[in-house]
């Protein structure tokens, strides 16, 4: 067997079996190219399972079924690998072979995950009645002659889809633009090409990375205006379309500013194709990625906090302002909803809306993204953005169209955004300020959104090997707060900004060397506390 395919087997059965128990190989096994880091590898598992090993609580798993697997590879390949004396192999008995149908690993509570054997099949357009549990299929997919005039197109859209005039539609395309119907009929182009074709999802609560030209996002995303799509949530289709923008007035302003930002997305393709085919071709010929990894939905941030407890904070950049508009950064954390896209298709105008308005490629993210669990996070890698706003909420206005001189630009700059979804506190009944408190700092709080973190600061695979310059800020402390008390959100934020900090301390720390320097740029709190210096002081907040 080629020390490669060794590689690939290992790392296959660890997928399956043992990445909750070693988050720090999330890194490694995105990349499986890099045999020269093998040796690194088995020394930290052999060290990590003979600990494991010694408090009983692994024994099953491996000696049962991994160890007598893995020596055989070994053998076969008659590859040793570098084993520290006070480390060396273990001798382990194997008379049975039923696998733990679960592992207990001190803070860690590992079951099998309902979605680790999801199938990465392409689900084709007019896909079976019976679709998987994250499916998006095509609906009623037809052939889309280009427009003679908008009217034609106003027509169409509303066409039945049971919505009659639509003053928002109205007012969006009535504006000084002249070039809004060549960008629409630009787009149509783009979705012919793509209309019969497969969409790939990215699977459930597993490392899972899908990959679509520029082309290919853009006539998907005219597939979700025209309400092409839809998809499956057990055993109810939900049509992903903008009908809550036609329909609704709430918010009227924000909706007009919304569609203006899709449309605006074609018009700035076409002003670019008319400046430069060249350099439109090459725009729309590169990959817009999305990646999901999983650190599983039953772990506990503990184990990882008390290995890495006396390492000091990393130093923070604070900063003030749109933090979107940071041109240091290259990974931006949208503070996401746990299904991605929030309410950008329906109410909702705050912060990870608004960059789905000024990145419209964002939106295919909803057609291929499962609901995030505990252990989500979603990479969407080389995004541009279109257009330009300002406000927020009921406040958002579209302002102006990006030029063909600011898309070439974005093209050379890589922008990643990671959605990691903050604990929601809100409920039905709001909750006095004792409980909120309690629930602010509890066990089960912080160690999911430690994990969250942590798992966004390990970078999306196309930064492997490169600094990391991450940007984030109030995270979670909204809408999702649970209170509109000011002294209530003010002790969040500064738990929230105590849990981001030390959790991406954690994962600079396991990336390993990169060429350059990490960085962490924080828009909201203007300092850290000082009740937090080390990663173990997040055990203070703790209950």
């Not at 880091?37 to 009983?56: P, V």
């Not at 633009?177 to 090409?193: G, K, Q, R």
Request: charged share 25%; hydrophobic share 35%.
């Amino acid at each position: 067997m080629p020390k490669n395919a060794a590689l690939d087997a290992v790392l296959e059965w660890l997928r399956k079996h043992a990445v909750l128990l070693f988050p720090n190989w999330i890194y490694d096994m995105s990349n499986s190219t890099i045999p020269h880091r093998f040796d690194r590898m088995l020394n930290s598992f052999f060290s990590n399972m003979r600990s494991l090993y010694t408090q009983g609580q692994l024994k099953t798993l491996i000696t049962e079924e991994f160890w007598p697997w893995f020596v055989g590879v070994l053998e076969v390949e008659k590859f040793k690998p570098t084993v520290p004396a006070q480390h060396a192999p273990i001798s382990f008995n194997h008379d049975a072979e039923t696998p733990a149908p679960a592992v207990s690993l001190g803070a860690f509570q590992l079951k099998p995950s309902a979605g680790s054997n999801a199938s990465d099949t392409l689900i084709r357009a007019h896909s079976p009645s019976s679709p998987s549990p994250h499916q998006t299929k095509h609906e009623n997919l037809k052939e889309i002659r280009r427009f003679e005039t908008l009217d034609e197109f106003k027509k169409m859209l509303m066409a039945g889809n049971d919505v009659g005039r639509s003053s928002t539609l109205d007012t969006a395309l009535r504006w000084n633009e002249p070039d809004v119907l060549h960008s629409v009929n630009l787009a149509v182009d783009h979705y012919e090409l793509i209309r019969t074709e497969s969409i790939k999802p990215l699977a459930p609560h597993r490392h899972t990375i899908v990959r679509y030209t520029r082309k290919q996002c853009s006539g998907m995303i005219f597939g979700i205006i025209m309400g092409a799509y839809s998809k499956s949530k057990g055993a109810h289709e939900k049509p992903i379309w903008i009908k809550d923008i036609l329909e609704g007035k709430h918010g009227w302003d924000a909706k007009v500013a919304k569609l203006r930002c899709f449309i605006a997305y074609w018009i700035s393709l076409y002003h670019l194709s008319k400046t430069s085919q060249s350099q439109y071709k090459n725009l729309m010929e590169k990959d817009v990625t999305f990646e999901i990894k999983s650190l599983g939905r039953h772990v506990s941030a503990e184990h990882l906090i008390e290995q890495n407890k006396d390492t000091s904070l990393i130093r923070v950049a604070f900063a003030a302002g749109d933090m979107s508009e940071n041109e240091h950064g290259n990974l931006f954390v949208d503070f996401a909803n746990k299904d991605i896209g929030g309410g950008v298709l329906g109410n909702g105008s705050v912060q990870e809306e608004i960059e789905f308005c000024r990145r419209p490629e964002c939106l295919v993210s909803i057609l291929i993204s499962p609901r995030m669990e505990s252990g989500d996070v979603i990479f969407l890698c080389d995004t541009i953005a279109t257009s330009k706003t300002r406000g927020y909420a009921m406040h958002f206005k579209f302002d102006t169209i990006m030029s063909p001189q600011e898309l070439k630009k974005q093209s050379n700059r890589p922008h990643d955004i990671v959605a990691m979804d903050a604990t929601s506190f809100k409920t039905q009944n709001p909750l006095s300020d004792t409980e909120l408190e309690m629930k602010y700092t509890s066990n089960e709080h912080i160690s999911r959104d430690f994990v969250k973190c942590y798992m966004a600061a390990l970078g999306p695979k196309s930064l492997l090997g490169k600094p990391l310059h991450i940007v984030t800020g109030a995270w979670g402390t909204g809408d999702f707060s649970g209170t509109k008390n000011t002294s209530m959100k003010d002790k969040l934020r500064e738990f929230k900004q105590a849990i981001q900090i030390a959790a991406v301390t954690v994962a600079f720390k396991e990336r390993g060397p990169v060429e350059g320097t990490n960085s962490l740029t924080y828009y909201d709190l203007d300092r850290m506390s000082s009740k937090y210096n080390t990663v173990g002081d997040i055990l203070k907040i703790m209950k």
